[in-house]
């Protein structure tokens, strides 16, 4: 019967990737990739010969509905992304609407996200998490951290590099200097680095020192004590 499947991949390590996975992505009949390039690698690694089209935030509202229309005529079809797993902040969620509006059946396969990793070596509690995924670049943003500010959750979000100092800083002013918080960056990479500490610590720190790679930010939930003195204000 053909259906779509949700595919991830390796965030780093090509070695980060179910036998099952491997397996889907020979006996399909297409991989739809975030980037054909990087795709092309992970299937040349393990030896997969299959026909790829790219899927990505630039077209997939044009592609989505050919797509679905394929696998309703019977043609089984995998969407990876670059790294991770479809539709975690990456290509995959309209897809996967349309299809399932099409009647189609999605299964999603378990495997590689970054977030997960860098939840739990933080060290902060993980029985309960809230993900944001990326904050708003400018409309929204300000908004969106105060209400982070008010959660008792652990607080996963993802961030650029090259925003991460400007992100940091307004993350200790919005939730406090005092704030825990980690960050991760390079997941499953030889220089897969944990950096934990204060808000303000880690602002000041990366404000020094500009970091590379993917990053994940881990910031602990508003303590009880917070929360007493918020609501005596």
């Given at each position: 019967?053909?259906?779509?499947?949700?595919?991830?991949?390796?965030?780093?390590?090509?070695?980060?990737?179910?036998?099952?996975?491997?397996r889907?992505?020979?006996?399909?009949?297409?991989?739809?990739a975030?980037?054909?390039?990087?795709?092309?690698?992970?299937?040349?690694?393990?030896?997969?010969?299959?026909?790829?089209?790219?899927?990505?935030?630039?077209?997939?509202?044009?592609?989505?509905?050919?797509?679905a229309?394929?696998?309703?005529?019977?043609?089984?079809?995998?969407?990876?992304?670059?790294?991770?797993?479809?539709?975690?902040?990456?290509?995959?969620?309209?897809?996967?609407?349309?299809?399932?509006?099409?009647?189609?059946?999605?299964?999603?396969?378990?495997?590689?996200?970054?977030f997960?990793?860098?939840?739990?070596?933080?060290?902060?509690?993980?029985?309960?998490?809230?993900?944001?995924?990326?904050?708003?670049?400018?409309?929204?943003?300000?908004?969106?951290l105060?209400?982070?500010a008010?959660?008792?959750?652990?607080?996963?979000?993802?961030?650029?590099?090259?925003?991460?100092?400007?992100?940091?800083?307004?993350?200790?002013?919005?939730?406090?200097?005092?704030?825990?918080?980690?960050?991760?960056?390079?997941?499953?990479?030889?220089?897969?680095?944990?950096?934990?500490?204060?808000?303000?610590?880690?602002?000041?720190?990366?404000?020094?020192?500009e970091?590379?790679?993917?990053?994940?930010?881990?910031?602990?939930?508003?303590?009880?004590?917070?929360?007493?003195?918020?609501?005596?204000?």
């Amino acid at each position: 019967m053909s259906k779509l499947y949700i595919v991830p991949t390796p965030v780093g390590n090509l070695e980060d990737i179910t036998l099952r996975a491997i397996r889907i992505l020979k006996e399909v009949g297409l991989v739809l990739a975030e980037d054909t390039r990087k795709t092309g690698i992970l299937l040349k690694h393990y030896n997969i010969e299959n026909k790829m089209q790219s899927h990505h935030q630039h077209n997939e509202h044009q592609t989505a509905e050919i797509i679905a229309k394929r696998i309703n005529a019977g043609e089984t079809v995998a969407i990876v992304t670059d790294a991770g797993t479809p539709g975690i902040s990456d290509p995959g969620f309209l897809l996967v609407r349309t299809c399932l509006e099409a009647g189609i059946e999605v299964e999603c396969l378990p495997g590689a996200t970054a977030f997960i990793p860098a939840l739990v070596a933080s060290g902060l509690p993980c029985d309960r998490f809230y993900f944001e995924g990326f904050l708003p670049h400018k409309k929204g943003r300000k908004t969106r951290l105060n209400y982070l500010a008010k959660l008792d959750q652990t607080i996963v979000l993802y961030e650029s590099p090259f925003r991460l100092a400007k992100t940091m800083l307004q993350l200790a002013e919005a939730l406090g200097s005092e704030r825990k918080g980690c960050v991760s960056r390079e997941i499953s990479k030889i220089y897969e680095e944990h950096r934990r500490g204060t808000l303000q610590e880690l602002a000041n720190y990366y404000a020094e020192h500009e970091p590379k790679g993917e990053i994940v930010i881990v910031v602990g939930g508003k303590s009880d004590n917070e929360l007493s003195s918020r609501e005596n204000e």
